[in-house]
Structures are given as structure tokens and as C-alpha cells.
């Protein structure tokens, strides 16, 4: 995984977590993380990238604005540089975060986690495990290789057989990695 840090300065405070999906299914947004997402994409887009996720927490030492970039073509770290740097401007300039904050730009990494149906699509042919909200069969995990997504439904190949599983039934999922 590919992380470029923008240290912007330093401070405490409570404990707040907003992550967000850049998806149908967004987590609810604080008019602050809504701003961020503004004017963090449009920066994003213009290298040719994706807004993944945008996260915004405190951790043990300090505040963290995290973006996760993604393309068809993967992400370098010559792409998180320049966003890193232009996001970090532009965040300098807007002044909307009144916390210090660090900035990391990163790219979803080899153990990706899959959020959108674009995801899905993207890593087929791919191991991915994947945690259920309903049981199937007395079983709410699943390892094995994506084979389609089509209508809202992930087709995955296990060890046991094919599997249709509804992309809303879907609690968590990310890739496996093979060495």
C-alpha cells in the first residue's frame, strides 16, 4: 500500500471516526466530511483518479484526514504525491478543519477492501473473503474467487462451490492475498 503523509500541525480532542464510502451506500456524512468530499474529488479527478474512501478520525497521536485513491490502472506513488500536494494546498487555503490534522493519501493496497459494485467488477477473477450480515447455510464468511457481479448479486467460486450472494447482504469484504 502506497501512503503519502502531509503533516499540517498537531492537537487533542475527542475521540469521532467518520469513514466514507464512496458508494450507494454512504455512511452519514457531517457537514464537514461532505465539504472534504467537495473539494478533495475534483482534485482527485483531475489526475485521472478516483475518490475511494475518505476518512476522517482521531487516532492516538492526532487527527487524520485519509484519502484512498483508486484507478483501473492502480495507483502510484507519483499519484499520491501530487494529490498529497494538492489536496494539502488547497486544505491550507480553504481553512475548513480547525483541528491540525495529518493528511495521508494512500492507494487501496494489495488487501483491498471492496466497497463498491465498481470494486467487485474490477478485482474479477480475484481471491477475496468476504463477511455476510445473514448467514448462508449456517455460514456467514466466505473465501474464494470473484466470479461476476452482475444485479446486485456477487457470484464467488469457494471450495464448496459457486455462490450468489446479494452485494446489500454484503458486512465487510476484502482481497486475499496469494504469495
Known amino acids: 500500500m502506497l501512503i503519502i503523509v502531509f503533516l499540517v500541525k498537531w492537537a487533542f480532542a475527542r475521540f469521532f471516526y467518520w469513514e466514507i464510502r464512496m458508494s450507494e451506500n454512504t455512511a452519514t456524512e457531517s457537514p464537514l466530511v461532505k465539504h472534504l468530499i467537495q473539494l478533495a474529488e475534483p482534485v482527485v479527478e483531475s489526475f485521472g483518479l478516483e475518490l475511494a474512501e475518505l476518512q476522517f478520525c482521531r487516532e492516538s497521536h492526532g487527527w487524520v484526514l485519509r484519502l484512498i485513491l ?5 495507483v502510484s506513488l507519483d499519484d499520491c504525491a501530487k ?14 478543519i480547525e483541528q491540525s490534522f495529518q493528511l495521508e493519501v494512500s492507494s ?39 466470479e461476476d457481479f452482475k444485479d446486485g448479486v456477487v457470484t464467488l467460486a469457494t471450495d464448496h462451490g459457486k455462490i450468489n450472494i446479494d452485494y446489500d447482504q454484503v458486512r465487510k469484504a476484502r482481497l486475499v492475498v496469494e504469495f
Open 83 to 96: 494529490v498529497s500536494r494538492e489536496v494539502g494546498h488547497l486544505l491550507e487555503v480553504e481553512d475548513i
Open 70 to 74: 483508486d484507478s483501473d490502472q492502480g
Open 108 to 146: 487501496p493496497g494489495l488487501d483491498r477492501k471492496l466497497k463498491r459494485p465498481k470494486d467487485y467488477i474490477r478485482c474479477k477473477g480475484k481471491k477475496a473473503k468476504m463477511t455476510l450480515r445473514i448467514p448462508i447455510d449456517g455460514e456467514n464468511t466466505f473465501v474464494g474467487v470473484l
